[in-house]
RNA sequence: GGCCCCGUCGCCAAGUGGUAAGGCAGCGGUCUGCAACACCGUUAUCACCAGUUCGAAUCUGGUCGGGGCCUCCA
């Protein structure tokens, strides 16, 4: 089955065919840098990430860019507040989410234009818009004539006179419709400005994106992404611009990613409730945010709370181990000529389950990147390769062996394309250890040290000191493994 | 008020016409000196009502409940 994938515009899910057979398109909308990023935009990007990652998977050549919208009247004010310069203001806000996409584990798209290089690219659009006569100049501002545009309102699916009830001018401007957006605003004292056949001005929030796609992607291209609340007036507008622009169709499939609610409320400033991605990377490992974020559908609405992360914590973990204890039994068990005496039922049917394994995971994708069915198909393969350690026949049938070893790569590669499992098992289950002993009463070494006590108890067959140890520990979250290797142990 | 979405096991979450994936938690086993891990088994008829259909969680209408957008927002 080849890919589907929901495009907002017609409101279902549609066979994908880029415009070039091969080649993708693809246009996120990234951040306006005047603040730190947030969980969700770490959705949204996390989102996108994975939909690069796949497509790319999937044998496109994809050409994928994020903007940075570096220069809108959020950044002004705010600079203004603090008595910087708007440019170092969004400089300090670029670099904090690079640094926050970077520790989140995102690729890099191919392109990362920032708004303030594409000036002259966005004027040349204002002005074709005004010689086109959609466009007008008032007072220095040029604004966006939406009655001039038929398909207006097109993708958020309103009403026009609806709309234009609700709709209010705000003091200072000077449009002819309430609805009319600007694509270009007179420059005031204090703000940044560029020359342009209007006076010195600058852009106006969606013009930006129309200019930097259409030069990175061309006036057609194939995918455009953002968050829910993008849909409308963001994207509708540049729908307005690029097509009254070009005359073109503008793009093929819109998608956008649901929200993040916090404790089952939406998460606002006013509700206190706001949570930065440097918040959470405190507490939480940032693979762990991945997991929770890719557990659900990108279209569905997730909450972010304590045990939703715990869970997802919880899950990653269980693939951990599994890797963990397959990366030793193959370091461990060198590869020998021997045939199996025999197979049985059971590990003919790990077998399939491994043979099996992309194909499952392309299924989930191809329909409409559900990275949740994804998952789950691939959990059957964590209990599948367990039992296949279970069975503990390394020794005498090889092949169980090369199973192994193709299942852990295999799960490896897939996971990959998530953004999973990228870390050494051991050091990354090492890390969830000592980042939680951080927060407790108790170090490693005390640790250590009970358990070689309790050794030697053990020795001794003393089990009752023995018991008394593992209980102590116990209530302190430290639970102990007895193998035939000695004894670790891990936190609850 | 307009537009849109959602309501699946204790919790999270897939599933858009053919008789309910998966994870966490729970219970019963195997393993263990005891445990833990792992494995095996076990736990739902899909908010409610009425329709369409041979057949619906999946389609239609209605009821109740929750949420989003309409102003900056991923």
Redesign the pocket.
Known sequence: MALRL?NTMS?G?EPFEPLVPGKVGMYV????VYDY?????A???IVFDVIYRYLKYAGYDVNYVRNY?DV???IINRANERGISSKALSEEFIKAFDEDMAALGLERPTHEPKATEYIEQIVALVATLVDKGIAYESGGDVYYAVEKFDNYLKL????MD??Q????IAPGEQKRNPMD?ALWKAAKPNEPAWESPWGPGRPG?HIECSAMSSSLLGDSFDIH??????????HENEIAQSEGASGKPFVKYWM??????IN?????KSLGNFFTIRDILEKYDPEVVRF?IL???Y?????F?D??L???K??L??FY??LQ?ADEIIASNPATKAVCPEIKDEEREIFDRVEMMEEKFAE?MD??F?T??A??????V???L??L??EKRFDDCPLSLKVLADGVKKLRRLGAVLGFFASDPTDWLEKQKSDALQDGDLSAEQIEGLIAE?KQA?VDKN??R??EI?DEL?EKGV?????REG?SW?LK
């Open positions: 929901y409101g899910k909308c990234g951040v306006t990023c947030h969980i969700g935009h959705r949204a990007n919208t809108d009247d959020k958020s699916k309103r009403n609806e709309m009830a609700g709709a209010r957006f929030w992404g953002g968050g829910k609340d993008l849909v409308f007036p963001h956008h990613n649901g929200f993040v609610n089952q409320e939406k998460m606002s929770f557990s659900a559908h279209r569905s609405p997730i909450d709370s045990k939703n715990e869970d997802a919880a899950g973990t269980r181990e599994m204890a989930a329909d409409d559900n949740a069915l998952l789950g198909n691939l959990f059957d964590v209990r599948a367990n039992r350690l279970g309790r053990r089990f009752a023995a018991d593992r116990d639970i102990l493994l007895d193998s004894t891990k």
